[in-house]
C-alpha cells in the first residue's frame, strides 16, 4: 500500500515536471484522496457502495482528527470503512451504522456533530457569542461617542495662548 502510495506520487511529480500546465497538475492533485479506498474494500452494489461512500465522507478518521475515513489512508480508516460496509451489507439502516459507529467511538467520530441534546450548546454558542461582542462593541461606540469634551477655562486658553505664541 506504501509502495502504491509512493508510485503515485512519482507520477505526480512526473507529471509537474513533464507539464507546464496548472490544470493538469491540478486533476493529478485531486487524485489523491481517491487512493484511500482500496479496490478490495469496494462493494459489487453500486448503490450500497454509494451509500458506504456517503457514511464514509461523514465519519471522522481518529487518527488524522479533521480528515474523513474516506479520504484517509490510515489503517484505523481502513477498519472503520469495512465496518460500515459489513454493516450495510448486514441490513442495517444509514442511522443504525451512525448509531453503531458512535456508540463505539462516541460522537466526536461525527465531522458533522448532532443537533441534538447537548450540542445544542455547541452550535448555539458560536452565534451567541457573536450576538455578545456585536453588543458589547455597540454599547462602547454609543458610550465613546455621546461623551462631549469639556471646554477650556479661561486659564488654560491663555497658557495655551502663551505656548503657541513662543
Same mark, same amino acid.
Given at each position: 500500500?506504501?509502495?502504491?502510495?509512493?508510485?503515485?506520487?512519482?507520477?505526480?511529480?512526473?507529471?509537474?515536471?513533464?507539464?507546464?500546465?496548472?490544470?493538469?497538475?491540478?486533476?493529478?492533485?485531486?487524485?489523491?484522496?481517491?487512493?484511500?479506498?482500496?479496490?478490495?474494500?469496494?462493494?459489487?452494489?453500486?448503490?450500497?457502495?454509494?451509500?458506504?461512500? =456517503? +457514511?464514509? $465522507?461523514? &465519519? /471522522?478518521? %481518529? @487518527?488524522?482528527?479533521?480528515?474523513?475515513?474516506? *479520504?484517509?489512508?490510515? =489503517? +484505523?480508516? $481502513?477498519? &472503520? /470503512?469495512? %465496518? @460500515?460496509?459489513?454493516?450495510?451489507?448486514?441490513? *442495517?439502516?444509514?442511522? =443504525?451504522?451512525?448509531?453503531?459507529?458512535?456508540?463505539?467511538?462516541?460522537?466526536?467520530?461525527?465531522?458533522?456533530?448532532?443537533?441534538?441534546?447537548?450540542?445544542?450548546?455547541?452550535?448555539?454558542?458560536?452565534?451567541?457569542?457573536?450576538?455578545?461582542?456585536?453588543?458589547?462593541?455597540?454599547?462602547?461606540?454609543?458610550?465613546?461617542?455621546?461623551?462631549?469634551?469639556?471646554?477650556?477655562?479661561?486659564?488654560?486658553?491663555?497658557?495655551?495662548?502663551?505656548?503657541?505664541?513662543?
Amino acid at each position: 500500500m506504501l509502495r502504491r502510495t509512493f508510485r503515485a506520487l512519482a507520477a505526480v511529480v512526473a507529471a509537474m515536471r513533464a507539464s507546464t500546465h496548472p490544470t493538469l497538475l491540478a486533476l493529478a492533485l485531486m487524485a489523491g484522496p481517491a487512493l484511500a479506498v482500496q479496490p478490495d474494500e469496494i462493494l459489487a452494489d453500486p448503490q450500497l457502495e454509494e451509500r458506504a461512500r =456517503e +457514511l464514509s $465522507r461523514g &465519519l /471522522r478518521c %481518529l @487518527v488524522c482528527r479533521n480528515e474523513s475515513i474516506d *479520504d484517509s489512508n490510515a =489503517e +484505523l480508516a $481502513r477498519d &472503520l /470503512r469495512l %465496518l @460500515v460496509r459489513e454493516r450495510l451489507v448486514a441490513g *442495517d439502516t444509514d442511522d =443504525e451504522v451512525i448509531d453503531f459507529v458512535t456508540d463505539r467511538y462516541g460522537e466526536y467520530v461525527l465531522l458533522t456533530p448532532r443537533t441534538g441534546g447537548t450540542n445544542w450548546v455547541l452550535w448555539g454558542a458560536g452565534p451567541a457569542m457573536l450576538i455578545l461582542g456585536l453588543g458589547i462593541g455597540l454599547v462602547f461606540l454609543r458610550r465613546r461617542a455621546s461623551g462631549t469634551e469639556e471646554a477650556l477655562s479661561p486659564e488654560e486658553e491663555e497658557r495655551l495662548k502663551r505656548i503657541l505664541d513662543r
